[in-house]
């Protein structure tokens, strides 16, 4: 529907252009959905979309932070491979940075709970992201199992992710 996505790509124009303002050095951006269309053509479009952005905002200092999702529908980002391609695509690359959302990770399959998984889990992130690339952590427990896709936050320590995955989260040394 082109008269909401130019009026996605103004108000996302328009949330930079205030976080530039205020001295926010990043903007958190659930990637979106494909709505059908397929991860690989909805990746693409995300990616046009970011470039249109980076047209109109040239000069800014805010990242765009790209989320980590839970993978509902047809909703993008549940995979690291899916914020690299995103990143990959994008002219400015440079402008663009992670989010990682703990709920979300865990419904999307990511293991952060027994060590050895958690370290499978940043070792898949740092070959296909980056760790260097992680700005902010949202760190949320889930009220739904691991792999269920389904992004229902819970307070730390109160769902199925438990205060294990904090711990190993909050110890890891790159994560300073």
Known sequence: DATLWNRSI????????RCEALAIRGLVLHPG???GTGEAGGLRRVAQALNS???RTRGLRVRTLLET???QGTC????FEHLAAIRGRVREPERIAVCLDTCHMFAAGYELTHLDRYA???AALDRTVGITLVR???MNDSLRGGGAHVDRHAHIGKGR???????NLVRDRRFR
């Not at 103004?10 to 252009?17: N, P, Q």
């Not at 993008?76 to 995979?79: A, Q």
């Open 76 to 79: 993008l980002g549940h995979r």
């Open 120 to 122: 499978e889990t940043i």
């Open 136 to 138: 902010c952590i949202h």
């Open 161 to 167: 992710l438990g205060r294990r995955a904090f711990a």
């Open 69 to 71: 999702t839970a993978g």
């Open 33 to 35: 959905s494909h709505t």
């Open 10 to 17: 103004d108000a996302f124009v328009d949330e930079l252009e």
């Open 53 to 55: 952005v980076h047209r």
